[in-house]
């Protein structure tokens, strides 16, 4: 490779991350503005740098309870849906059901993920409501624990069904029962592959905006994108609080990415070389 040609590499590499950056300085830029200087002019360097936006953010506008809301209805109902889709998705990458059954669970579980959320909520809403659990964590919770189900089960299909049956078969010898070399040797094994559909199921389910505000109607139970989009008034729209509002909305899946970014990158890359 030359000299020119490796330039022109860096160079458009370096166009297209600040293509993909540009709207994260931006929206960093005006949540340190004030509401004047928002519509003074579009400058990229605040004039009158302020932390007004963030401190009203949580004393005004309840931001510390959209964030815990969502990290509670986030971590549970994904960490649920991998406790009950995991070992499904096992059964069906191990054994054979008879009439096909296999290839129509999947079916059935990639459907639940094809239809339009739009017509899931009103009957999601007449069922929390005759449960009592409508604007509640745990009405969520559930609704997005049925829903990953369905995704985690499709993923770790195709990742457990990558994984030999022979290691599977020296622990079964060993005297293990099937549901502990699918604890002990099975799931460490498919650590990735967790990671990834971890991480997918996360940011789904982090970045839902028409569930939570169908089902949800005050702070103690609405999520982030929710709670960002009361700052939409029928008169005017709090330009610095919401682009802070998505400055700390955004903290939560940067570190989470951040965290389980190695697995993610061997989870992505799992059976693609054999």
């Known amino acids: 490779m030359t000299g020119r040609s490796r330039y022109l590499r860096w160079a458009a590499i370096a166009v297209a991350v600040l293509f993909c950056v540009f709207p994260f300085i931006w929206m ?43 990290v509670i209805v986030v971590g549970v109902s994904v960490l649920a849906s991998l406790v009950i889709g995991t070992p499904a998705a096992y059964a069906l990458a191990r054994f054979r059901l008879p009439w096909g059954l296999n290839d129509h669970a999947l079916f059935a579980a990639l459907v639940v993920r094809m239809v339009p959320p739009i017509l899931l909520v009103v009957p999601f809403y007449i069922i929390l409501a ?114 802070a509002g998505g400055i700390v909305g955004a903290l939560p899946i940067l570190i989470f990415a951040f965290i389980v970014q190695r697995h993610f990158v061997r989870g992505m890359t799992l059976g693609a070389v054999k």
């Open 28 to 70: 960093l830029s005006v949540s340190l503005k004030r509401q004047v200087d928002i519509f003074a002019g579009p400058t990229l360097v605040p004039q009158h740098p302020t932390l007004g936006n963030y401190s009203s953010l949580f004393t005004q506008y309840h931001m510390g309870s959209y964030l815990l809301n969502s």
């Open 130 to 243: 005759r449960l009592g659990l409508l604007d509640s964590r745990l009405g969520l919770i559930m609704i997005y624990t049925g829903i990953n189900t369905s995704f985690v089960i499709w993923m770790m299909q195709s990742f457990l069904a990558e994984i030999p049956s022979d290691i599977e078969d020296a622990a079964l010898v060993d005297g293990d029962s099937r549901m502990s070399a699918l604890r002990r040797i099975i799931l460490p094994v498919a650590s990735s592959g967790l990671a990834t559909t971890a991480i997918f199921a996360v940011i789904a389910t982090y970045n839902d905006f028409l569930i939570a505000l169908t089902m949800t109607s005050t702070p103690k139970a609405q999520t982030v994108p929710v709670g960002i989009s009361t700052l939409i008034g029928k008169i005017q729209v709090e330009w610095g609080p919401m682009a």
